[in-house]
């Protein structure tokens, strides 16, 4: 061949690193598509027997499915761009019809809600939110006779914590599909498969990332019903970007030691914000006096979580805005699982896309202010929030 022109050479030299060497961390695959020196290879790649484009599998979010299923004790794992592209092909893959049933958390997320009320209505399937960890669900479900059932782990702001056990026995009664959002306790406190779930769901945008530097959502099981949902992946094209997917799975190496640490930061707080007689109500399930203590002994594996709750005693919406501009080091955002403590006032945020009278009816109050504990010292995180709650009320 002749030599080449500046233009070629500019497009086609070193674009190969010969080497035997392996990163300690994984590089970061950019490229969209793979070439390959063997035709026969590359046709081998289109039937997915190796990485040829990113919408069909990309290395990056492969590594972190990979991950995942073995965090959660999954066969496998699907990973999305965000939790609720996760939750949407969950329930896309569902096979749900026209007069069937299906049950969510009536105190779950309020995204998921609203997503799933689309979704049930479009599809003429009939919803019925039930309070998941109350001692009649499992009957409750018997007599519904749901095909699909999302439940979450840990609700979201009131932290019920679910006991799926006995949702998964009657879920296998009436052979429904279940499936558990776990987001609010990560696979490290609780891996619902274990525990009877058919399905389990996160949002790696909290407590997997830990960082809130980047989206995602994943959905592990059965290789049987991750598959499917796999392959209509390739089709919708809703995946997890090679840069989010390294992001995440470099949170996640951290995760369990996190965890520790949020939890015991989270029941210090706890104990400290229920002391103040400036609040009305306290939830953490790591309190003795928590309603959902003894449930969550027995389904929360190391911990109790990095969340806890508090109602501050006579507030109304004007005070708990108030009270998030006086924090001073936790922020108010309306997300979970960072390395830094979060503050939301839930009516306005999570459940801000709940009419009043669901709101209501699931108990979340006006006067309900939500933490994601970080890993600030946690004298340090109660003495502002007690500091904030004082100024707020004055
Ligand atoms: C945040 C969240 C989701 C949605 O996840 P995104 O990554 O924001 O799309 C779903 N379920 C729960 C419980 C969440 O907290």
């Known amino acids: 061949m002749p030599a080449l022109k500046p ?29 390959f020196d063997d035709a026969d290879a590359l046709d081998a790649s289109l039937d997915g027997k190796d990485f040829v484009y990113t919408r069909i599998a990309g290395q990056n979010a492969a590594l972190l499915e990979e991950a995942i299923a073995a965090l959660e004790g999954a066969e496998a794992c699907v990973a999305y761009g965000s939790g609720m592209a996760a939750t949407r092909a969950l329930l896309h893959g569902s096979k749900l019809v026209r007069g069937d049933a299906m049950v969510i958390a009536a105190d779950g997320y309020g995204a998921t809600r609203s997503l799933v009320k689309q979704f049930c209505a479009e599809r003429e ?16 479900l018997r007599a519904l006779k749901p095909k699909l059932v999302l439940a979450e782990s840990m609700t979201n702001p009131l932290l019920s914590v679910l006991d799926p056990r006995g949702l998964a026995r009657a879920c296998r009664d009436v052979g429904a599909v279940l499936a558990v959002d776990a987001t609010f306790v990560s696979p490290v406190l609780q891996r619902p498969l274990a ?17 809130s530097d980047a989206t ?45 640490a949020h939890s015991a930061n989270a029941l210090a707080v706890a104990r400290r914000l229920s002391q103040s007689k400036l609040l009305e109500r306290v939830l953490y ?23 806890v709750a508090f109602e501050i005693r006579g507030a109304d919406r004007a005070r708990c805005f108030r009270f998030l501009e006086r924090v001073k080091l ?5 997300s979970l699982g960072d390395v830094m403590t979060l503050v939301m006032h839930a009516a306005s ?31 340090d995180i109660a003495d502002d929030l ?6 707020a009320m004055e």
């Open 195 to 211: 525990l009877g779930a058919d399905l389990v769901l996160q949002s790696t945008t909290k407590w997997i990332n830990g960082h």
């Open 386 to 391: 007690l500091s904030a709650v004082g100024a």
């Open 216 to 260: 995602g959502g994943t959905v592990s099981g059965s290789r049987e019903h991750i598959e499917p949902l796999r392959a209509a992946r390739i089709l919708h094209g809703d995946v997890l970007g090679p840069f989010e997917a390294w992001l995440t799975l470099r949170g996640l190496r951290t995760l369990p030691v996190r965890m520790a």
């Open 125 to 140: 399937v009939a919803l019925h939110p039930l309070a998941l960890h109350a001692a009649d669900a499992a009957d409750r």
């Open 285 to 307: 399930p790591g309190l003795e006096s928590d309603p959902n203590h003894r449930v969550a002994r027995e389904v929360l594996d190391g911990g109790f979580g990095g969340m």
């Open 349 to 379: 945020a999570s459940a801000r896309r709940m009419t009043p009278e669901e709101r209501a009816a699931a108990g979340i109050r006006e006067n309900l202010i939500r933490v994601s504990v970080g890993l600030e010292d946690p004298d």
């Open 330 to 334: 936790a922020r108010p955002a309306p």
């Open 7 to 35: 233009r070629t050479v500019a497009l086609h030299a070193s674009t190969r690193l010969e080497s035997k060497s392996q990163p300690v961390v994984p590089a970061i695959h950019v490229s969209a598509v793979s070439f």
